[in-house]
Structure formats: C-alpha cells, structure tokens
Nanobody
Framework: QVQLVESGGGLVQAGGSLRLSCAASGRAFSSYVIGWFRQAPGKEREFVAAITWSGSVINYADSVKGRFTISRDNPKNTVLLQMSSLKPEDTAVYYC????????????WGQGTQVTVSS
C-alpha cells in the first residue's frame, strides 16, 4: 500500500509563489513516477507535472511550463512542486499521485490541498 500526503496549499495573491509537498510512504519508490494534478470547481482533473523517482524524466503541462518546477527529495521520500507567477486560473485542489513507471495509470492518490490565487 502507498500513502501520499500533500501539504503547502493556501491563499496567495496573483504573481505570488507557493510550494507544495507530497510525502510518500509505504513502499520503495525507485520504480514509481510521482505526478501532480489539479481540479478546479466545475472542471475535470488535469495533469500538472510528473517526475520519475530518479529525476531523469520530468514533464509539465503547457499551462505551467516556465512557472512551476517539480523536484524530489529522496532521503525524505518527498516530491515538491514550486509554483511561481501564480495566476487566478491556477486556483484548484492539487493532488499528488503515484504510478509504476511501466504503466500509464496512477494507482495511488493523496487527499489534495487547496490552492487559491486571488486577483
């Protein structure tokens, strides 16, 4: 079983920054990809960024490229999402998720953390 716990959400003004953390526990993660997703009210959940546990492969949604940075702190089993130049349209519940590197489906999800960007 894999457990994921997000933290770091909050209220920030447009143009500001926040850093989200995803703490992972329960299994060895050397073969897992960790992704961040978000869901705004009335919208479908969308992909934000993902990183392999080795950090060798990193992907971003076009909407966050150049503003968000995903990284991992292996000794702490933590994946970080540094968000800068935040926009009101970034407002959403942010979730981290884990999947095996060989499969496309994310099997494990955290409970989510709210990010609100005021204009």
């Amino acid at each position: 079983q894999v457990q994921l716990v997000e933290s770091g959400g909050g209220l920030v003004q447009a143009g500001g920054s926040l850093r989200l953390s995803c703490a992972a526990s329960g299994r060895a993660f050397s073969s897992y990809v960790i992704g961040w997703f978000r869901q705004a009210p009335g919208k479908e959940r969308e992909f934000v960024a993902a990183i392999t546990w080795s950090g060798s492969v990193i992907n971003y949604a076009d909407s966050v490229k150049g503003r968000f940075t995903i990284s991992r702190d292996n000794p702490k089993n933590t994946v970080l999402l540094q968000m800068s130049s935040l926009k009101p349209e970034d407002t959403a519940v942010y979730y981290c998720a884990a999947r095996r590197a060989v499969t496309p489906k994310y099997d494990y999800w955290g409970q989510g953390t709210q990010v609100t960007v005021s204009s």
